[in-house]
């Protein structure tokens, strides 16, 4: 499967949760996944973090605590290479609050769910990077408040980051590969349908269908280590 990119000037790669499992990250969907061990509603809505805070703090502290034990995988390495010999637009945007596609070295990198790598201050607005557990104790750097500090996470309900940037690059790409995302949940289960108005091609690399796998141009199904490497190899 070697994809011709001698025609190709501007490329958006999406990617989700399938492209951390082989490094030993849960999905969420799949079985023994995130949502089967714990409700949305506790873990990822403003309202379980106003209702309880604690709760929401263990659960990404424990997600946080994981990052230490697990490294990038050769689907992560072989986009961040990719980057950086291909000649053309390339944006990599990652609905994972991991930092593996950091680590493995992509630079034109957006977390439109945020990062389990950040907290961010309700009150000021600061947002920091942090290696350590979050409390209804921790305190804001800049505005010395108590009780105010949250994962730096786009939970449901919330606006994705970085949204204009991301869309303003969907309308103008020529090559749009979704990557270990189910299509569940939008706006990124819609970015390839956005492509696809851009008159981009567009390509599903994922262990198997996802919701919108019909309508995608090219479809290959396997695990993103042997899927993503042989996708983007290098000329
Ligand atoms: N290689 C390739 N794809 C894989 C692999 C693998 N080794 N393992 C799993 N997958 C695929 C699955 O087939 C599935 O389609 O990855 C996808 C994971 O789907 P989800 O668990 O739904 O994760 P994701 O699509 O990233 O979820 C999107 O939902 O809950 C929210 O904020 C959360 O960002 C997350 C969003």
Redesign the pocket.
């Known amino acids: 499967m070697i994809a011709d990119f001698s025609c190709i000037h501007s490329i958006v790669v999406l990617t989700?949760?399938?492209?951390s499992?082989?490094s030993g990250l849960s999905?969420?969907?799949?079985k023994d996944?995130l949502?089967d061990n714990h409700k949305v509603e506790d873990v990822a809505t403003p309202e379980a973090f106003r209702r309880n805070p604690d709760q929401v703090h263990k659960f990404y502290n424990a997600r946080r605590r994981q990052l230490n034990s697990v490294v990038p995988n050769a689907a992560h390495r072989a986009l961040a290479r990719f980057e950086q010999h291909f000649a053309g637009n390339f944006l990599l945007v990652t609905?994972?609050v991991d930092d593996l596609h950091d680590r493995a070295g992509s630079k034109n990198l957006i977390h439109m769910?945020g990062e389990l790598l950040q907290s961010r201050c309700t009150d000021c607005g600061i947002i920091e990077k942090i290696v350590y557990d979050l409390s209804t104790e921790s305190v804001c750097v800049r505005c010395q408040r108590t009780g105010t500090i949250r994962p730096n996470i786009v939970w449901f309900g919330e606006i994705p980051l970085a949204m204009e940037t991301i869309y303003d690059a969907l309308s103008q790409c020529d090559l749009f590969v979704s990557i270990?995302?189910?299509?569940?949940?939008y706006p990124?289960a819609g970015f390839f349908q956005q492509a696809k108005m851009a008159g981009a091609q567009t390509i599903e690399l994922?262990?198997?269908p996802?919701e919108g796998a019909s309508s995608f141009d090219d479809c290959h199904y396997g695990?993103?280590t042997e899927l993503v490497p042989d996708f983007f190899q290098l000329p």
């Open positions: 989700g949760a399938g492209i499992a082989e999905t969420f969907r799949l996944g949502w609905q994972n769910h270990g995302t189910s299509g569940n949940v990124a994922n262990l198997d996802s695990l993103a």
